[in-house]
Every structure is written in C-alpha cells, then in structure tokens.
C-alpha cells in the first residue's frame, strides 16, 4: 500500500474513490477476491462482478477475506520511474501453499483501471505443481514472450524464497523490492562555504537565492497571483480536436446564448494580413487562429471571452466545430519517408576533407542510428498572461512569465498595429521555461491582447496542462544516422545524416537543426568530417527550444557512435576517448579555433574517474555481473564541452541602476528570473561593484519601460551580458562618487549618496555591454569563424543498476565535474548542475512523449508522462567544481553554467547500455546493438533479449 502514488494521494483519496481510479487498490481487491456492498442492497457481491461499473454503486463496505495462514500477496509493478508511477505492467498474486505445492492461486494484471485480467490458464497450470522442482517449460502455450512471463518467473523465484527463507531473508526480499528511501549523499550540503545577505564582498561566496524562502512558502508573487481588476474577461480556447482536417463550420451560437459571454473571437476579428506573423522561426508562419484548416490536434479555432474562467471554459466547451478529416502525418519516420522537409535559410550541412575516402583507407568503419525522444518542458507555472488596456494612445500593459520580453512586445504591437512604446511586458519572474516559454505562447498572447482591445477590458488567460501540454510543443526528436572510420584507435573521419521533428511550422527547428550539427563533434577530433541535416515537418505541436537546445541529441548521437565502435573493436571507452580528445588549437568543423580555456573536458574526466573511483568501481560491477544473471551493473564516463554565445545581434544588453536617498539600491536589467538565480547573481555583482551589502539591492521586475530591447533570456548567456551591463552602470556610478570618497573615506554609504544628491550628482545610470566582435564573428556564408564566445566543459560517472526481467533501472551513484571556471555563486551553480543532471537522465530514461496514429497526444499528464521524481535521484550525488588556473571571460573570470550540464545525465543511458551489454553476453550476443530511447523498462528488456524459460 505504501507504493501507491503518493503520500499525499494516499492521504487525501477516499477507498471509495480509489477502488474506481486506482489501479493498484482494484488489483489487490480482485486478487483477494474481495466483496463490496453498496447502498442498492444488503447483498455483498464480488468486486470481480462490478469492477467495471464500480463508478455506478454507491459503497457502503468492502470485505477483504483473511488469509489462510500460508497464504502470501505478491505484488510487481513495472514503472519508468520509482515513484507516483502508473505502470506498464501491474501483477497481483493471491497464492496459498501446502509443502512446497500450490493449492490456491489468484492473478490479476493490468495496465490501466478497467483493463484488469485474471490469467486464467496460467492459474490452471500452476495449481497443484510444486514451486520447488516448476518446470516453466509448460506456461510457454499460455504465457507469451515478454513481461509477463518475467514476472510470473520472477514471482516463483521469490515465492521460494519466501517459502523456504528465514525470516531475515524475507525481510531481505522485502527491501530489495521496496527499498526505502536512504540519505542523499550531495555536495549541495557538504562542499559549499556559505555567506550573509550583510556581507560586502559576496563575490564568489554561495549565497542563498533571494527569493528561496518567499517560492518555498508560497509568498512569491506570479501572474496568477495578481488581484483580479472587478471589470477583468477570462478568454477561453477553441482548440481543435483533430490533427489534420478542414474545418466545414464554427457554430458559437449555443455559447453565444449564455448569460455572462461577452465574445467568440476568431480569425475573422484578427485585423487583414495579421493573422499569420513572424515568431522565432523561418519568416511568417505562426498562426493566431486556424483559418479553414488544423494542422495539429489543439490548435486554437478561436476563443470564449466570458465573466469568468469556469463560465468561459463551459461556454467554450459548447462552441460546435465540424470538420473533413485529413490524414496526418505523426511520426519522423513517415515524415522522412515521404520527405515532408522544411526550407529554410539555416545551415544544412557541414565538409571537412574527404570523409569518403577516409573511411575506405581506415582499418574499421562502424555504422550504425540511434533516435532521441520528445521532451515536455513540464514547467511548474503553465502559459498564462494577463493583458490590461490603459484607454488612452492605444497603451497596454502586459504580464506574463516570459523569458522574451522584447519578442513579445514586438508580436503583440504587430497584432494591434500600435508602435512598440505602447506595449510595456513586465516579467517579474517565470515559474521555470527551459525554452518552452520562449516563442510558443506568442499566438496566445497576441489573441488576448486583441480580446483587450475589442472588448476594452482587462482580458485573463491561462492554459490548463492539458492545454499548455498539447499545443506549446517539445523538444523536438532526432534521428541520427552515422559512420565512423578507426585505426590504431584513432579516429580517421565521420559521416552524419540527421533528421529532426519540427512539428507543423518551424519555431526554433532549423537552427536547431544547425546547431545540433555544430555541436556534433562533442569533446573529439575528426580529420574529416560531413554532416546533412533536414528539418521535417509533421502533424503535431510545433517542437521548440528546450535547455542546451540542440547539443544533447548532438552529442548524444556522437557518444552512441563512439559506444559503437568500441564495442564492435574491443576498444577500452575510456582510454579511446582520451586518445581523441580534442587539443588547444584544433579547429572545428564550423571554422572555430580552440583554445586551451576551451578544452578542458580531459581535466574535467580526469578528475571524475578520481572522485568516482572509476577503475575499482568498473572491476567491481563486473564481479557483480558474473555472480548474478538477472541482475546487472553498468559505469559509464562520459565528458562534454557546451558552446556559449548568442549571434552577434544578440550579443548585447542594457541594465539600469537607481540609488535612492537612504542608501537603497534598485536595479533593473534586461534578463529574466526562471528560477535560475539570475537575480542573485546580479545583485551579488551590483554589491561587489558599489562595495555595499546584498541586503541595500533589490530586483524588482524585468521590464521593457525599464530596459528596451531585452534580448531574450537563453543560451546560458543571461549572467554574461547583464552582468557586464550592470557593472557598466556600476563604473559610472562609481566614478561619480569617487570624488565623495576620497573627500570622506570612513563616511558610511548614505552619507556618501547624500553628499552626492546635494551636489546635484545623478544617482542613477543606464548600463551597457556588447560582446567584442572577436568573441562572435561567424559567417553563415563561410560557414567558419567564432559561433561560440567561450565552452563550458565537464564529465559525468554514472553506476545503474538493471533488472534483465522486467526491464527496470535504478541510478545508484552519479559523480560530476564541471569547469565553470571562478563561480559567481558555487552553490548555484552546483544546484543548476544537479537539476539539469536530473533533467537530462529524465529525458534518456524515463520521458516519452507519445502520439497516436491519429495524431493526438497520449502523454497529456502527470500520470502519463514521467518525469524524475526526488526517488529517482541517486542515493551517491557528488558535484565538484573543477580548480584550475584564472582565465578571464565575459563576466569576471565565471562562465555559464544553466545549460552545459545537461548533458551530464545522458551518462545514465550509456551505463545502462553498459548493463545490457552484460545481459546480451550471458545470452550469447556480441558486438553493437540499440537501445531505444528513453530506457523505459520495456526497451531495456527488448535490449536485452533475454528470457528466463
């Protein structure tokens, strides 16, 4: 019972409730043949009778009948992740025995509530054999190949155990199969000094995140959170319930009817020509409202403007939309085959040398594909924004948790054919984005803000998960085909196909698609190199950005080669990569010269196989390996190097600071608070720029009536130019200070800036920063220079742990080392680091976005999609900062850090291909194989083609 859901499910959710919704709950009543009684009748009737039509029955009781006294329930849940899983494979035995031999015997399985089956045959067969001497040669007929024979082989296993065990090996078992939940171990708690909000010189000292306490205990202020206006519209989608079709009609007549519904907007409202706009894709190819097609189930049709948000909603629900179905196109694969590619003006390939050659002159060529997942971005706070008409000049006033406040200004200034000082986007912190809250929302927000201005009022939306989850895209997937020629175990050349899920329009796509290219050659030297990549267009949520943006599935799919080609010749993973590591003045396949600050991943591997021990951990997994069959170990290292830096035109921000008369500092800057610690960082800079404490500044909000032109939040570039802008600011600020300084150098701060006030000297400055164009000086055309101002660099040591029968892993340790170069705030950085470890094992492991042939997303939800939960995280969790000498960059001597680690967590995959490589040799099998991403229980065990009888 304790490994239902979770605590507070089990504590809140009535047994009457359960036994309809709960799948473990009406398991365990049908194994025990349980009995309900309800308020029709006196009668108890077995729950088996009623279990499908229990929603009908208004419980009085349930009878659970007391086991015999050598009875034992056994229950197997098979899940992607440890806890508040729904399974993908549920089994519930009901046995009683008599010296070794089973007299009675319930089983029931089930993968969904409702979809219970009792094994009927298998029962029959197992009745009255002996567990001792089973010959499980006699369930082939009526057990298939797969999961449930594993587990009906796994509960004989264990029911000797149990049968014929002592108490303390009962207990064993018991732990084994729920093991509570042990102390992490993290260097977030043990290596990290700390520091005060009073402290002058906080520069990199791990200071808290300001806002810590007021998220933790709910005080802080979202959009949601915001007082409602007495005159405030909520605005209520029309989304389309088909993938592909034509719409015949929209009939809002019934909606229209209802008391309190102000409007249904659609594209007929949307002013001629605004309809379709330019977002963060390939020219204009967003669209507001469908206009006589949908192209992905959940786009928006039009829109409810009501009294409030359950009126517009049920008003919405009541809008009557007729479609002509179309065939869509869902998968990547039916969009490669039909070659459904994307144009555009983004890089489609990359040549070095003559690949074809290197490959027939090299000793070895492997070859070989490998296809990443889909990604929810999964944000705690969903797409919302509030938008407020002021009523006069045709000035609105938004807010919403964006982390593009410029782009934002720009699409809905469009929309309202206003010039761009009349929209002012205030953003005062966003609940997590990773990317997702970038440009996807913008079709959204510009039918809110058009809602404002045909209805004059102050116009609410916010999108349920179901919503925000169907229609605001992923991160897109990838396939990647390659060719890797080796000799004496270095590599000659490599040759790449890649193909990326864009979705139904471009967003972010096609850069993705170049950049993923860029960052193909990971932490390695190629001689020669060629890569081609297409951009696919299909019938589902358009795919956007989403950390690290394309790097993972890059690097991913250039570790999966390497993995490869180690396997196939009999290469030692670690000494191969070492050999091939990437060395100061290399240059890349984008035209990109290294230097020495640039390449430190070998440092970074080198002091990961130290902390984690690498050599005793590898010999100990494999005398683990050779004592169990059905249990395997892997260790994985794996190193990464992350380019940092926007294009040129990005490559700039502006920052403002105000000194009021007490001493008090506020600071506004063009970036944007995800969660990420941005603001801590800017006023740990501000505090060691002026010499005052943390506690005299404060961030209020980021917004565009403060800073114009915000470039977006992203890239791990945040720190770097808002930093630098602040401290511009902070330079001018000094300088006119100093002559009070130097005249009074004991005076307290607010004596200072009182001196300064009545000198009538200016106590506030605007800051600047633009990145030296030598930090950022590609040329698409040339397709060389610096893409990159600086690499961010690491590695990662990964030990799992897999069951061979039912597929399930466990992450038992995790060692990081990253070089950001002298922090800023080690203790934030190292969280960032451990959160996107986690995010990045999510995605390789557990989290698959799901379609059906119809084009409908399957994954709408928490109990559908799953993502890490605080009991996937390893118990052993250790972060070092890598030491090494100054180097300067951007911002001091620190480097970005939101992004780069992601990578990280995709060690996990390779030490559970590591595992299943194990499993494959006991079965006889050699040399490379695939293993389907994410490494959910059923792909880990189709890997390791194995079966117990």
């Not at 799919?557 to 000494?575: H, K, Q, R, S, Y």
């Not at 130019?721 to 006119?736: F, S, T, W």
């Not at 203790?827 to 390789?844: H, P, R, T």
Request: proline share 4%; aromatic share 8%; hydrophobic share 40%.
């Amino acid at each position: 019972v304790q490994s239902i859901k979770t605590p507070q499910y089990r504590c809140m959710t009535a047994i009457g409730d359960a036994v309809n919704s709960c799948l473990e709950i009406r398991l365990l009543l049908l194994a025990t043949n349980a009995k309900v009684v309800a308020s029709s009748g006196p009668k108890a009737v077995a729950f088996e009778e009623v279990s499908k039509t229990i929603d009908k029955l208004n419980l009085q009781s349930i009878f659970i009948p007391k086991d015999a006294e050598n009875s034992f329930l056994i229950y197997y849940k098979v899940a992607a992740r440890k806890a508040n899983a729904s399974g993908n494979g549920n089994a519930f035995f009901n046995v009683e025995l008599k010296d070794d031999v089973i007299v009675k015997l319930n089983i029931f399985v089930g993968k969904t509530c409702k979809s219970e089956e009792k094994m009927d045959k298998a029962m029959n067969i197992l009745i009255g054999k002996s567990i001792a001497d089973f010959n499980f040669n006699d369930l082939q007929s009526v057990v298939p190949e797969g999961l449930s024979r594993n587990i009906i082989f796994k509960f004989i296993e264990d029911l000797k155990k149990i049968a014929n065990g002592s108490k303390d090996s009962i207990m064993k078992l018991q732990a084994e199969r729920y093991p509570k939940r042990s102390i992490l171990a993290s260097t977030q708690f043990n290596c990290v000094s700390g520091s005060n909000d009073s402290d002058s010189a906080p520069l990199g000292k791990s200071v808290p995140h300001v806002a810590a306490v007021s998220c933790a205990t709910g005080q802080a202020v979202f959009v949601e959170d915001m007082p409602k206006f007495q005159d405030e519209l909520f605005f209520a989608l029309v989304s389309s319930t088909k993938a592909h079709a034509k719409i015949v009609s929209v009939d809002p007549s019934k909606a229209l009817g209802m008391a309190g519904v102000v409007q249904f907007i659609s594209v007929k409202d949307v002013p001629a020509g605004r309809n379709i706009f330019e977002g963060l894709g390939s020219g204009e190819d967003e669209i507001i409202f469908a206009d006589e097609e949908v192209v992905y189930e959940g786009q928006p049709i039009g829109a409810i403007v009501a009294k409030g948000e359950k009126l517009a909603r049920k008003a919405a629900s009541c809008v009557e939309v007729k479609y002509d179905w179309l065939k869509p196109i869902v998968s990547l694969e039916e969009a490669i085959a039909c070659k459904n590619f994307m144009e555009s003006d983004s890089i489609k390939s990359f040549t070095v040398g003559n690949v074809e050659k290197a490959l027939e002159n090299s000793n070895h060529v492997v070859e070989g594909m490998i296809q990443t997942t889909r990604q929810e971005h999964f944000y705690e706070e969903n797409n919302n924004c509030l938008v407020i008409p002021i009523g006069e000049d045709d000035e609105y006033r938004v807010y919403t948790p964006t982390p593009a406040v410029l782009v934002t200004q720009h699409s809905i200034a469009g929309i309202l054919g206003v010039p761009f000082n009349r929209v002012h986007v205030h953003t005062k912190r966003v609940g997590c984005s990773y990317g997702g809250k970038m440009g996807r929302f913008l079709g959204v927000t510009n039918a809110v803000a058009l809602a404002a201005k045909l209805t004059g009022k102050p116009i609410r939306c916010h999108l349920t998960r179901d919503e925000d989850i169907r229609i605001m895209g992923q991160r897109g997937e990838f396939k990647g085909h390659y060719k890797v020629g080796i000799t004496d175990g270095k590599i000659m050349g490599a040759q790449f196909q890649l193909y990326k899920n864009a979705g139904w329009n471009s967003d972010c796509s096609p850069d993705i698609t170049t950049t993923t290219m860029i960052h193909l050659d990971a932490s390695y030297e190629f001689p020669t190199f060629d890569v081609n990549g297409e951009t696919c267009i299909t019938n589902t949520a358009s795919n956007t950005a989403f950390r690290a943006y394309g790097a993972p599935p890059a690097m991913t799919i250039t570790e999966n080669m390497l993995f490869d080609a180690c396997v196939e010749i009999g290469l030692d993973p670690v000494d191969f990569r070492k050999a091939n590591m990437q060395q100061p003045g290399y240059e890349t396949h984008f035209g990109q010269i290294l230097d020495e600050s640039d390449v430190t991943m070998a440092g970074c591997m080198d002091e990961v196989i130290k902390n984690s021990k690498y050599y005793q951990l590898k010999q100990e997994v494999e005398e683990f390996n050779l004592n169990n069959r059905w249990k395997k170990r892997g260790v994985y290292v794996i190193p990464n190097k992350y380019g940092v830096g926007m294009p040129k035109m990005f490559a700039q921000n502006g920052a403002l600071v105000h000194i009021y008369l007490d001493g008090s500092v506020l600071i506004s800057h063009a970036g944007i608070e995800c969660g990420q610690g941005l603001h801590t960082k800017m006023i740990q800079i501000v505090s060691h720029e002026l010499g005052i404490p943390m506690d005299k500044i404060r961030v209020s909000e980021s917004a565009n009536d403060k800073v114009p032109n915000p470039i977006p939040t992203g890239g791990s570039s945040a720190a770097d130019l808002n930093g630098n802008a602040l401290r511009d600011a902070c330079a001018q600020i000094n300088e006119r200070l100093n002559t009070f300084r130097e005249a009074n150098p004991k005076a307290p701060w607010e004596m200072i800036v009182g001196m300064a006030f009545g000198s009538r000297v200016n106590l506030s400055a605007y800051g600047y920063y633009a990145v030296p164009e030598e930090l950022c000086n590609f040329d698409h055309v040339t397709k060389k220079g610096r893409r990159w101002w600086y690499f961010t660099t690491g590695a990662a040591c990964s030990l799992v742990e897999i069951d061979v029968l039912t597929g399930e892993h466990t992450l038992l340790s995790a060692n990081i080392v990253m070089d950001v170069g002298e922090a800023i705030n080690p203790a934030i950085d190292i969280a960032n680091i451990e959160a996107a470890f986690i995010q990045g094992y999510g995605w390789v492991s557990m989290e698959d976005t799901l379609y059906g042939p119809d084009g409908k997303l399957t994954t709408r939800g928490h109990d559908e999609y799953n993502m890490p939960t605080i009991a996937d995280c390893p118990r052993e969790f250790n972060v070092t900062l890598l030491k090494r000498k100054k180097t300067k960059h951007i911002l001091y001597s620190s480097k970005g850090i939101g992004e780069p680690p992601f990578f990280n967590g995709v060690s996990v995959y390779f030490a559970v291909k590591d595992a299943v490589l194990a499993a494959r040799r006991d079965a006889g099998l050699t040399g490379k194989f695939i293993l389907e991403q994410p490494t959910t229980p059923d792909n880990v065990r189709q890997a390791c083609a194995q079966t117990p009888f």
